[in-house]
């Protein structure tokens, strides 16, 4: 299983892929100001989403982020995306551990124990403890429950 982008913002897809077997987890991303909002700045609610997916299924997390502008055709015309950079690499308690800027390209390196971190998890009960009976909702597309 791979996650791009808007994946991203879905708890279970990344609890999905930790059950897999995923040691670390993976986000290619193009996220930006929102044209329809230029209000709106995301950057920090995208970024505690995803130490929240390291952090619930205590595993790494990678988050890399374009940088720079793109004009973009909408239904109303044109318009500017400016992306907000800042990749990150997020611990197996969803803490920074590298993180880049806005404005330049980096590349982002961090060490992790895998064996120690497999083993933390396996401690917590993150896996061991789930309720996926609670879940069968989370296979319908507007919440509503499903039959036994």
Same mark, same amino acid.
């Given at each position: 299983?791979?996650?791009i ?5 879905? !708890?279970?897809?990344? &609890? %999905? ?9 993976f986000?290619?991303t193009a ?5 329809q909002?230029?209000g ?7 970024? &505690? ?13 990678? %988050? ?20 907000y ?6 611990? !197996?308690t969803?803490?920074?551990? %590298? ?6 390209? %980096? ?14 998890r396996?401690?917590?009960g993150?896996?061991?403890? &789930?309720?996926p ?16």
């Open positions: 299983m791979s996650a982008c808007w994946d991203q913002w879905y !708890p279970e897809a990344a &609890r %999905a892929m930790a059950l897999q077997g995923a040691e670390i987890l986000y290619p996220i930006g100001s929102e044209p909002d230029e709106l700045d995301s950057r920090e609610h995208w970024q &505690r989403v995803m130490q929240g997916h390291a952090g619930a299924n205590v595993v790494p997390l990678v %988050a890399s982020n374009r940088i720079g502008k793109e004009i973009i055709d909408t239904e109303h015309g044109k318009s500017q995306i400016t992306f950079g800042n990749s990150f690499i997020a611990g !197996p969803g803490e920074i551990v %590298a993180a880049a800027n806005d404005k330049d390209e %980096a590349v982002l390196i961090a060490q992790f124990d895998l064996d120690k971190i497999k083993s933390k396996s401690c917590w993150v896996f061991r403890d &789930r309720r009976d609670l879940y069968k909702v989370l296979l319908t597309s507007d919440g509503s429950k499903t039959s036994s």
